[in-house]
């Protein structure tokens, strides 16, 4: 089983403020995604990270993915309170087992105004 | 992006009884998944969903426990069979994405409490 470590598991922060949300493994993923998941609802695809040094920014949102494929991190610029929500990664094994994801434990993270 | 819509939302079961939860995509899709989550924790995958085929079942469970149904390219059902406490969490259906079976559409999900 590859193991997906996320911390912190909880950040509370105030609106304006920066925060990094780290992934981590031991293993190597053919690919690493983000999701967003609000109370009541499922989770929403945030990126798709495929190559080692990869960075991906999605307006205040920077994903990178670390340059031997085991690690990932999520950056957002001047959060809002809008951001809050539960932060999960997802790894794609290698060798690919198709279709199914290694989740991460999640990152809760608060944004107040 | 695909809609994927569950039923029930929520649901209050007694011990030993059964829940069929419905999953139905706006799309067709080859690739359906079923999860389990505790409020505010991970994901975990039950099994896999493939139209034509049995489910692939993850280790720790079981078909007599989680039997599925995948009829056609838009629709599957989970059943909870003989539930118990143990059982209540929030169960999750999602579908592949157009950019592949990696990037996957979630539905809502069905939080079930077993009393």
């Known amino acids: 089983t590859q193991l997906l470590e996320q911390s912190p598991q909880f950040l509370s922060i105030q609106e304006g403020e920066n925060l990094t949300v780290y992934c981590n493994s031991s293993s190597v993923f053919s690919s690493l995604q983000w999701y967003r998941q609000e109370p009541g609802e499922g989770p929403v695809l945030l990126v798709t990270?495929?190559?080692?040094?990869e960075v991906k920014k999605l307006k205040r949102l920077t994903f990178q993915f670390g340059d031997a494929r085991k690690d990932s991190s999520l950056h957002i610029t001047a959060a809002q309170p809008g951001d809050t929500g539960l932060y999960l990664c997802a790894g794609a094994g290698v060798p690919d087992s198709w279709g199914k994801l290694q989740f991460g434990a999640g990152t809760q993270v608060v944004v107040t105004p | 992006s695909a809609v994927i819509s569950q039923k029930p939302s929520r649901d209050i079961c007694q011990r030993g009884t059964s829940l069929t939860i419905q999953c139905q995509v706006d799309s067709q899709v080859t690739m359906m998944f079923w999860y389990r989550q505790q409020p505010g924790q991970s994901l975990t995958l039950i099994a896999t969903a493939n139209q034509g085929s049995e489910a692939t079942y993850e280790s720790g469970f079981v078909i007599d426990k989680f039997p599925i149904s995948r009829p056609n390219l838009t629709f599957s059902t989970l059943t909870v069979s003989n539930m118990s406490p143990e059982d209540s969490s929030i169960y999750l259906c999602s579908a592949e994405g157009p950019g592949g079976p990696y990037e996957q559409y979630f539905g809502p999900g069905t939080r079930l409490t077993v009393t």
């Open positions: 990270v495929v190559t080692g040094g």
